[in-house]
């Protein structure tokens, strides 16, 4: 049975925690809120968080590694539940520009941050999801 995307993203942000909890130390989904973006690699995907929107890239190259822990402003609201985005990761920063499903630009800001390695430098892209938010802990 294949679950819908959000449980799916669920899942995996669920055990890049669990994979390292010391960099998130965040009791459950619902606590990623207010301006925080995370990425992390797990299981051969990048997961990315902006609130409470995810995306899950894959596949991505073996060779690929690195997490990032940024900090900008919370995220104006946003009608839809599904759309794509473009990330870009510089060493102390990250550009994010976020597109509703119809393809317009809606919002586009800086993130500054920790923790990035170098195997995340560079664009990613793809599509997002809003994330579900349950009161489940890790």
């Not at 890049?16 to 301006?35: H, Q």
């Amino acid at each position: 049975m294949t679950l819908p995307p959000q449980q799916q993203l669920t899942r995996i942000w669920k055990r890049a925690l669990v994979a390292d909890p010391k960099l998130y130390r965040m009791p459950s989904i619902k606590s990623i809120t207010c301006g925080n973006l995370l990425a992390s690699f797990s299981g051969g995907k990048l997961v990315i968080v902006l609130d409470d929107f995810a995306a899950v890239i894959e596949p991505v190259p073996s060779h690929t590694h690195g997490v990032a822990n940024m900090r900008g402003a919370p995220l104006p609201p946003l009608p839809d539940r599904n759309g794509t985005f473009e990330v870009f990761f510089t060493a102390t920063t990250c550009t994010v520009r976020i597109r509703d499903h119809s393809g317009s630009a809606m919002m586009v800001d800086v993130w500054n941050g920790v923790g990035l390695q170098a195997g995340l430098t560079g664009t990613w892209s793809g599509t997002w999801v809003r994330l579900e938010h349950d009161t489940e802990d890790y």
